[in-house]
C-alpha cells in the first residue's frame, strides 16, 4: 500500500517562505509520477507542480513558477515543496499526489490514484 503524509503547512505573511513535506509509505515504483495540488475553499482543485521520480524536468503552473520548488530525497522517501515569495493568492489546502504512469505534462487531478490528507497553508 502506498500512503501519503503531508505537514508543514501554517500562516505566513505575503512574500514569506514555507516548506512542504510529503513521507511515502514506501516508493514502490522506480519511476512515477508526483503531484502537488492545492484547492481553496469554493475553488476547483489546482495542479500546480509534477515531477517524475525517476529524474527529468518539474513541470510548473505558470501561477508558481519560479517561487515554488518542487524536490524529492528518495533516501528518507520523502517529497517536498518549497514555497517562496508567497502571495494571498496562496491561500488553500495543499495536497501531494503519485501515480504510477510518468507523467510528461501537469496532469489532472483525476490522473493520481494515492493522494495525501492535505495540510493547510494561510498567507495575509
Known amino acids: 500500500h502506498v500512503q501519503l503524509v503531508e505537514s508543514g503547512g501554517g500562516s505566513v505573511q505575503a512574500g514569506g517562505s514555507l516548506r512542504l513535506s510529503c513521507a511515502v509509505s514506501?516508493?514502490?515504483?522506480?519511476?512515477?509520477?508526483m503531484g502537488w495540488f492545492r484547492q481553496a475553499p469554493g475553488k476547483e482543485r489546482e495542479g500546480f507542480a509534477a515531477?517524475?521520480?525517476?529524474?527529468?524536468?518539474?513541470y510548473y503552473a505558470d501561477s508558481v513558477k519560479d517561487r515554488f520548488t518542487a524536490s524529492q530525497d528518495n533516501v528518507n522517501n520523502t517529497v517536498y515543496l518549497q514555497m517562496n515569495k508567497q502571495k494571498p493568492d496562496d491561500t488553500a489546502m495543499y495536497y501531494c499526489a503519485a501515480v504510477s504512469p510518468l507523467c510528461s505534462v501537469l496532469p489532472d487531478a483525476s490522473f493520481f490514484s494515492h493522494w495525501g490528507q492535505g495540510t493547510q497553508v494561510t498567507v495575509s
Open positions: 514506501r516508493n514502490i515504483y522506480r519511476n512515477n509520477c
Open positions: 515531477f517524475n521520480t525517476g529524474g527529468g524536468a518539474v
